[in-house]
């Protein structure tokens, strides 16, 4: 399964503050430390922000596409049985939706 670019962004910074947390060595804090941690903690805020934008993409599409399809069931007297044809044409469509 290939990992989305934020969710590789966000798993590479995981790594980098575990990293940075086991080699971390008492009375050594630098300026070069201080800033990698500051870093680290933007790109862990950013990543989360990003993944936040997309779930929230996401649950827009399934409310429109929901809205879209009962919209059309009430006023085209359509029966519920729609939602598998639909599913199923979408699917031929765009494979592995």
């Given at each position: 399964?290939?990992?989305?670019?934020?969710?590789?962004?966000?798993?590479?910074?995981?790594?980098?503050?575990?990293?940075?947390?086991?080699?971390?060595?008492?009375g050594t804090m630098n300026k070069q430390y201080i800033?990698?941690?500051?870093?680290?903690?933007?790109?862990?805020?950013?990543?989360?922000?990003?993944?936040?934008?997309?779930a929230n993409k996401e649950q827009l599409l399934y409310f429109k596409t929901g809205k879209m399809?009962?919209?059309?069931?009430?006023?085209?007297?359509?029966?519920?049985?729609?939602?598998?044809?639909?599913?199923?044409?979408?699917?031929?469509?765009?494979?592995?939706?």
């Open positions: 399964m290939k990992l989305p670019d934020v969710a590789k962004k966000s798993l590479e910074n995981l790594l980098l503050n575990i990293l940075a947390i086991l080699f971390y060595k008492p800033r990698l941690i500051a870093d680290l903690k933007q790109n862990i805020v950013q990543s989360r922000c990003a993944a936040a934008r997309l399809i009962s919209q059309k069931i009430a006023s085209e007297k359509w029966g519920i049985k729609i939602v598998e044809q639909i599913a199923d044409d979408l699917q031929k469509q765009l494979p592995g939706l």
